[in-house]
C-alpha cells in the first residue's frame, strides 16, 4: 500500500509495508542516507529526524506512524549545508569519524526552535540521546551556543529551507 | 601489523612520471616488489591540473582519526600549494604502490610522515625544474609560493598548472636524496585547516561505507551462532526464502575461524529491511560446541583460586621482590579486576563486494585491508591477485575493524552469486555480540616502601587469559611495562585462563587497563610512602634519561616534562578543593607517545561522580601535524576512557556475549562528559607519532586517583558501578 509523506518539503509516496521503520524508507527507499543507522533501538540518536519539527528517532518510527506529515532529513536542513548549525559545526571542526553528526545537528536544530538561546544545562538534556562515540561532546556544545549566536543574529548567514517553512 | 620503517621504504622507493588526462602532472611513487610478486600498476600521490587543481591521494584508511586530512597536508605543505586548491582521494588498496595502508596502533603518522614529505618535496623539485626551463632561468634562484614558481631577480612567475605537462617529461628524483623543508618553513604544518569530508558531513551527504551502493544490488544479514564457533546444524532455509523481498538464503559452513568465516545462515534481500525481517523468523539448530561451558562467573572463580595459588610462569623478574617485601618498611597490596568490553564504534559492520568473471571487488571500511585481502584469498581459495579493495571512510574504528570478518562475509556470499553485487550489513546486536573484545584480566599487585618513602619492591601476579605460557590477543603484559626498568626488585608474572571468547585490540591494547592498574597501585603506594603523587612518580622516574632499548626502550625526561607541565597546568599542590573533590594523576608510555593527565573529579554521599575538568599534556614529537584534529583526539580520548571505567562491561553466559545494544554496555553522554578538557603539546625533538591511542590510557587512573583524593575510596573493579559509582 502506498504511503505519502512529505520529504524536506517534497512529497513522495512508498510502497512499502507500514511497519517499515522510517529510517530503512528514507536511506533505501528514497536514496538519503545521510541519516544514519546505529542501534536500531532509539538508543543511540544516529538515525534523528524532524517530524512537523519536532526530533524523533527515525530507526523506531514506522513508516505508517508518519504519513501524510512533514519530514525533514540533514539532507533538507538547508539547501546548501548553510544552516548555522553546519557552518558552526565546520568553524568548531566538531566530528571525528562524523557518523553521530547528523543526528546530533538534527537534534541541536530542534532545540534552537524551541529555545534561540539555550544554557550548557539546557543542551546537556536535549541532546542526551544522542551518543558521539568519538567523544566530541565540548565541540558540539560549543557549535550549538555559536550557532544559537548566529540565529540571534550575531553573524552567519543560513536562513534554511527548513526555517523557511517553519 | 607492519612496522616497517619509513626510512627504509624510502630507499627503495622511486618516482614514475607519467602525462595524466588534459596533461597534468601524475607523480607516482613506486614501492619494492615483494618476492616475485608481479608489479601491480603505480598510483598517483600527487595530481596538478592545469586548473591547478591539486589532487592528492590519502593512502590510509581514515575511521575519524583524521589521517585523511593530515597525510596530505604533509605532502601539500611540501609541494608548496594552497589548500583550499587541493583535493583528496582516497587510495584504493595497493601496498606496492603507497606502501603499508593500515590503520593501527597509532602508525599512520610515524610510518608516512618521512615519506610524505620526500614525495611532496620531490614534486615541488620536478615543478620547480620544469619552471626554470620555462623562464629561461637557474632553478636554484626560483622560489615557491602557493602554487606558483617565482624568479625574483626578473620578476616572472609560472603557475605550477601551466607547467604540469612540462614537469612530468622530467625524470624523477631519487626519494633519498630529495630535501624536505627545514620546520621554520612549515606554512600547513601546525596549522589547523578544513578537514576532508568535514562539509561532506554537515550536508549528509553518502560517504560512509554504509551508504555505498551499486545498481542490482543484493543486501544481506548473516545470523551467526550466540555461542563463539558454534556451527549451524539446519535451519528452516525454504520458510525463509517464501517470506517478502527475499531472494536467497544460504547456509554458511565456515571455515573454523570466527575472525574469518563464521557458520551461519544469510538472508539476502532486495532492501536490508526485508532480509532483517525474515531473519526473525529463522529457526536454527546449533552446534554450540565447547565455547558453550564458558562463562564471566567461572573465570571469577577460577581468577580468585589462582591468586592462592603460586603464578604459572615469569614475564620478568629483577632482583629479589619477595625478599625486598620481607624488608619493606610498609608493605601494600590490591587485587585488580577489569572486564571485557567491546569496541561499540557507532557504524555498524558492513561491506560490499561484487564477484564476477572470476575476479572479486570489495569496498570495505577495514584498519588492515592488506590482511582483508588475504583472508578473503585464503577462505575463498581465490588468487590474491584477482581480488581487489576500495577503501570507504567508517564511522569508527577503535581496533575493531583490524578484523576482517565482515569483509570475509561479505566476499563470501558475494562469490556465491557471480555478477550480483552483495552488501552485507550487520545490526547493533551482531556487533555487540560478534566483536573481537578487549580481554578482561584480574591483577594482584603488592609492593612495598623504605622508611624513605621509595619503592623498593614491586610484585605483579597477572591473572589473564590464554592456553599455558601463550596469551590471547591483547592480553599480555610486556616485560618491559612501566614501572620495569625503573625498580631493583620487580616481578611480573602470570597465570592463564583458556577463553573460547575472541579478543583483540581496543583503542591502546593493553595499555587501556595496565595504565589504571599500574597508576592507581602507584598512587596506594605514594599514599603508604606519605609522598605527594607526583613527587613520588618525579621520584621513581628519576632523572631524565633513556631507559632500556627497542621496543622496551622509555625516555624518563619526555615524561619528567610531560607529567611536571601537567602539574604546572592544573595547579597541582597549589590548590586548595573543597571537601569531596579531588586531583589525581597518571601517566602512560604507549604507542611512541608520552601523556601524563590530572583529572578533578568530585564525588557526592551518593558516590555520584563529576569529573570538572581534565589536562592532558603530550608530547608526541617535534610536530602536530593538525592541531585541531590532535586535540579533537586528546578530548575523545578522555570522553572514551571515562566510558570504559564506568558502565561498559561484556559478560559471557553459556559462552554467549549478555549485553546487546548501547543501554547495556554505556557510553559517556554529553552532561556527563567534562565541561572543559585543556590538552598541551610538549614539543620535542623526536618525529611526529600517532595520537589516536596514547592520550586514553593515563585518564583512567588520573580519575580513579581523583575519586580516592576525593573520597578516600580506592577503586580496584571496572566497570566501577559495580563499586556502587554512578555519573552524577
Known amino acids: 500500500m502506498a504511503i505519502r509523506l512529505n520529504v524536506n518539503g517534497k512529497p513522495v509516496s512508498v510502497d ?98 524551541k529555545n534561540a538561546n539555550p544554557t550548557d544545562e539546557d543542551i546537556d538534556k536535549a541532546l542526551d540521546g544522542n551518543l558521539c562515540r568519538c567523544g566530541t561532546y565540548l565541540r558540539i556544545r560549543k557549535a550549538i551556543h555559536r550557532a544559537a549566536e548566529m540565529m540571534r543574529g550575531n553573524g552567519g548567514s543560513g536562513a534554511g529551507a527548513e526555517q523557511g517553512k517553519a | 601489523m607492519k612496522t616497517k620503517t619509513a626510512t627504509s621504504m624510502n630507499r627503495r622507493f622511486f618516482f614514475q612520471v607519467t602525462l595524466g588526462a588534459g596533461g597534468a602532472l601524475v607523480l607516482e611513487a613506486q614501492g619494492p616488489r615483494r618476492g616475485a610478486a608481479p608489479k601491480i600498476l603505480p598510483t598517483a600521490f600527487i595530481r596538478i591540473e592545469p586548473s591547478g587543481i591539486v589532487t592528492l591521494t590519502g593512502k590510509n584508511p581514515e575511521m575519524g582519526q583524521g589521517i585523511k586530512t593530515a597525510l596530505p597536508m604533509i605532502l601539500a605543505d611540501e609541494l608548496d600549494v594552497d589548500w583550499k586548491m587541493v583535493r583528496v582521494v582516497q587510495g584504493d588498496l595497493d601496498e606496492v604502490k603507497f606502501g603499508s595502508q593500515s590503520a593501527g596502533g597509532s602508525r599512520s603518522t610515524p610510518n608516512n610522515w618521512d615519506l610524505m614529505r620526500r614525495v611532496g618535496a620531490a614534486g615541488r623539485q620536478m615543478l620547480v625544474q620544469a619552471a626554470a626551463d620555462t623562464m629561461g632561468v637557474s632553478p636554484l634562484e626560483c622560489t615557491t609560493e602557493l602554487g606558483k614558481v617565482y624568479h625574483k631577480a626578473s620578476g616572472k612567475s609560472v603557475s605550477y598548472g601551466e607547467i604540469a605537462a612540462k614537469a612530468a617529461a622530467l625524470p624523477p628524483p631519487d626519494l633519498a636524496t630529495v630535501k624536505p623543508k627545514d620546520r621554520k618553513d612549515y606554512k600547513l604544518i601546525g596549522k589547523s585547516v578544513a578537514t576532508i569530508d568535514l562539509d561532506k558531513m554537515v550536508a549528509g551527504k553518502p560517504i560512509y561505507s554504509i551508504d555505498f551502493k551499486l545498481p542490482g544490488m543484493l543486501f544481506a544479514v548473516f545470523e551467526k551462532c550466540p555461542v563463539f564457533n558454534g556451527k549451524v546444524v539446519k535451519a528452516n532455509l525454504d520458510e525463509i526464502r517464501a517470506l517478502p523481498g527475499v531472494k536467497h538464503v544460504f547456509q554458511v559452513e565456515g571455515d573454523g575461524n570466527v575472525a574469518s568465516l563464521a557458520s551461519g545462515v544469510a538472508i539476502l534481500a532486495e532492501k536490508w529491511w526485508y532480509a532483517n525481517e525474515a531473519r526473525k523468523k529463522l529457526k536454527i539448530e546449533w552446534a554450540e560446541g565447547p565455547n558453550a561451558a564458558h562463562s564471566s562467573a567461572g573465570y571469577d572463580a577460577k581468577a580468585a583460586e589462582l591468586f592462592a595459588q603460586k603464578p604459572a610462569f615469569t614475564i620478568r623478574k629483577d632482583g629479589d621482590p619477595e625478599a625486598a617485601l620481607a624488608k619493606a618498611a610498609k608493605v601494600v597490596e590490591g587485587k585488580y579486576t577489569f572486564p571485557f568490553i567491546s569496541h561499540a564504534q557507532l557504524e555498524p559492520g558492513n561491506c560490499a563486494a561484487k564477484f564476477e568473471n572470476g575476479k572479486m571487488e570489495i569496498w570495505a571500511p577495514s584498519q588492515t585491508p592488506g590482511r582483508g585481502l588475504q583472508m578473503a584469498a585464503q577462505a575463498l581459495g581465490m588468487p590474491a591477485a584477482d581480488i581487489t579493495i576500495h577503501q570507504l571512510r567508517t564511522g569508527g574504528g577503535f581496533g575493531r575493524r583490524l578484523a576482517n570478518d ?323
Request: glycine share 10%; charged share 20%.
Open chain 1, 16 to 113: 512499502v509495508p507500514g511497519n517499515m521503520p522510517l529510517l530503512w524508507v528514507l536511506r533505501d527507499e528514497l536514496e538519503q542516507c545521510g541519516t544514519k543507522f546505529g542501534c536500531g533501538a532509539g538508543l543511540c540518536g544516529a538515525c534523528t529526524v524532524h517530524q512537523n519539527g519536532v526530533a524523533v528517532r527515525s530507526c523506531v518510527t514506522p513508516v505508517q506512524a508518519v504519513a501524510g506529515k512533514n519530514i525533514t532529513t540533514i539532507e533538507g536542513l538547508s539547501p546548501d549545508a548553510t544552516h548555522p548549525l553546519q557552518l558552526a559545526w565546520q568553524e568548531f571542526d566538531v566530528p571525528q569519524c562524523g557518523y553521530c553528526q547528523a543526528g546530533q545537528i538534527m537534534t541541536a536544530a530542534a532545540l534552537l526552535k
Open chain 2, 406 to 728: 565482515y569483509l570475509v562475509e561479505a566476499a563470501y556470499l558475494a562469490k556465491q552469486l557471480p555478477g550480483v553485487p552483495v552488501k552485507l550489513l550487520w545490526t547493533r546486536e551482531d556487533d555487540f555480540r560478534h566483536d573481537f573484545y578487549r580481554p578482561g584480566g584480574y591483577q594482584r599487585m603488592r609492593g612495598g616502601v623504605d622508611a624513605n618513602g621509595k619503592i623498593v619492591a614491586w610484585h605483579d601476579h597477572f591473572v589473564s587469559f590464554g592456553e599455558g605460557q601463550n596469551f590471547v590477543s591483547s592480553s599480555n603484559i610486556a616485560p618491559t611495562e612501566f614501572p620495569a626498568q625503573f625498580l631493583d626488585n620487580l616481578a611480573i608474572e602470570a597465570t592463564l585462563i583458556p577463553t573460547g571468547v575472541p579478543t583483540g585490540p581496543l583503542r591502546a591494547p593493553r595499555s587501556n587497563s595496565h595504565a589504571w592498574v599500574i597508576h592507581s597501585f602507584l598512587d596506594e603506594l605514594a599514599h603508604a610512602a606519605g609522598k605527594d603523587p607526583v613527587e613520588f612518580r618525579l621520584e621513581l622516574l628519576g632523572e631524565a634519561r633513556k631507559v632500556g632499548t627497542g621496543f622496551g626502550a622509555y625516555d624518563a625526561g619526555r615524561m619528567r616534562a610531560v607529567l611536571l607541565k601537567a602539574a604546572e597546568v592544573s595547579g597541582w599542590g597549589k590548590r586548595t578543593l573543597p571537601k569531596g573533590r579531588g586531583l589525581g594523576v597518571g601517566f602512560h608510555y604507549s604507542h611512541s607517545g608520552y601523556f601524563a593527565e590530572v583529572a578533578e573529579v568530585s564525588v557526592d554521599g551518593q558516590k555520584r561522580v563529576k569529573v570538572h575538568k581534565v589536562w592532558a599534556v603530550g608530547d608526541v614529537g617535534s610536530d602536530i601535524i593538525h592541531p585541531s584534529s590532535a586535540r579533537n583526539q586528546v578530548e575523545g580520548a578522555i570522553v572514551d576512557g571515562m566510558s570504559e571505567m564506568m558502565n561498559q562491561e561484556i559478560t559471557i553466559e553459556k559462552g554467549r556475549t549478555v549485553q546487546s545494544n548501547y543501554h547495556q554496555h554505556q557510553a559517556v553522554r554529553m552532561a556527563q562528559a567534562p565541561p572543559e578538557i585543556e590538552v598541551h603539546f610538549v614539543k620535542s625533538n623526536n618525529s611526529p607519532t600517532g595520537l589516536g591511542e596514547p592520550p586514553l590510557p593515563p585518564l583512567l587512573p588520573a580519575v580513579a586517583n581523583a575519586i580516592f583524593a576525593a573520597c578516600g575510596h580506592r577503586v580496584r573493579t571496572l566497570p566501577m558501578a559495580k563499586e556502587g559509582f554512578r555519573w552524577a
